[in-house]
């Protein structure tokens, strides 16, 4: 069965530690991506990464690193420089060259998130 | 830079049928997506359109005119099951592959 996971599905962490989420994917896509969504909020683009070793930043990139040493897997580390890390994180992943059920090469699939509350 | 903008919350009756807009200000457009998220849940893919007009799926149409820089999705017969967010996101020439979303309409659906 193919598709997008991340673990843990809830993470708690005090102030001032850094917490690695994780994003795994086993569709063979190339491009993987990072959100971040606050209560009542749309999805703000942290990273993204189009092919392995590379990866770029996006919206709101401060406070947080990625990296990309296997094309299934993109963990994202919320650093303790974050000042507001409490949020939703979702982590995405498209085919460049292929296409989605939309026919499109830009559809990104979604893991299920991550609810991660810094106290 | 991009400014998407959708109503923040709408609330409709079952059975009934509600569209929610979403309009776009961007300096190249490729398409534009619909997504559907349930609280706490990842957003799934419900529409695209790449062309203007409008794509129906079932109970789910998606309507765009790229010169207006305009979209709605239509829900029809609606069911308790469709009180979601629907995120609007669209798609940039040159962008990587990014999406940019929209703030999102949270629907609710009543008896």
């Known amino acids: 069965d193919g598709g997008i996971t991340q673990s843990p599905k809830y993470l708690f962490r005090k102030e001032g530690q850094n917490v690695t989420l994780s994003c795994e994917q086993n569709?063979?896509?190339?491009?993987m991506y990072w959100y971040r969504q606050d209560p009542g909020q749309g999805l703000r683009l942290i990273y993204y990464?189009?092919?392995?070793?590379?990866?770029q930043k996006g919206d709101i990139a401060e406070g947080y690193s990625v990296s990309r040493e296997k094309k299934e897997s993109f963990p994202l580390t919320v650093t303790s420089a974050q000042k507001n890390p409490t949020a939703f994180y979702l982590c995405?992943?498209?085919?460049?060259?292929?296409?989605?059920?939309?026919?499109?090469?830009?559809?990104?699939?979604f893991g299920p998130g991550t609810r991660l509350t810094v106290t | 830079g991009q400014n998407i903008d959708q109503p923040t919350e709408m609330t409709a009756t079952e059975g009934a049928i509600v569209q929610i807009n979403c309009t776009y200000q961007?300096?190249?457009?490729?398409?534009l997506f619909w997504y559907q998220q349930h609280a706490g849940e990842a957003p799934t893919f419900l529409s695209y359109n790449v062309l203007d007009g409008l794509e129906e799926k079932g109970r789910f149409s998606s309507f765009l005119s790229r010169s207006k820089g305009y979209s709605y999705l239509l829900l029809k017969e609606l069911q308790m099951k469709d009180s979601a967010s629907y995120l609007c996101?669209?798609?940039?020439?040159?962008?990587?592959?990014?999406?940019?979303f929209g703030t999102g309409t949270q629907l609710k659906v009543e008896l």
């Open positions: 995405a992943s498209s085919s460049i060259s292929g296409r989605g059920t939309s026919g499109s090469s830009y559809e990104q699939y």
């Open positions: 990464s189009q092919i392995v070793n590379d990866f």
């Open positions: 569709l063979n896509h190339d491009a």
């Open positions: 961007t300096s190249g457009f490729n398409g």
């Open positions: 996101a669209i798609t940039e020439p040159g962008g990587g592959n990014k999406l940019t």
